[in-house]
């Protein structure tokens, strides 16, 4: 837990106890810097609320969030998953030893490419938009294998459950496939 940001003798921003400034000067900036105690704790918190209302879930990293290696390594190791949105991503995230059976391929823009890796590595595909639904039955077909798939749906009525600026599936969004709409 960060308890104290500013160190009073220096003044300069501490967090657990580092001081920052120092670490600027050492290592030069942009610097991003990792507090792995903190990551560890806030993915227990997040796991142990989960455990105590689903049987079932499974904690994703979004890699695009940050592709510091070490990120996915470490949650990895405590059991995420990971939220992959291109080949870059899915390699980064395999070679940080998340298992394919946690990794979920999202994005409305998947590459035939990003599709082919994710078929062949057995990941489950978040398919958006429905345009994609033909792509990957082709991709699959071509391979000789199945694709493992999730429908994004849209048009929930969520106006009084999150706010108009962040929600990407109400009855309008550029996200997903309208709940409405038939599938062929």
Known sequence: MITKYMDNDTNHRTICGVDMVELAEKYGTPLYVMFEELIEGNYKQYQTALNDVYKNHLICYAVKANTTFAIPKLLGELGAGADVASEYELQFTLDAGIPPAKIRANGNCKSKQYLVECIKNGI???????????????????LGMTAKINLRLAGFPLKHITSPAITTSSEWSKFGIPVQRELR
């Open 124 to 142: 489950l595909i978040n398919v958006d938009p429905e345009e994609e639904l033909d792509i990957l039955n082709e991709t699959a077909r071509e």
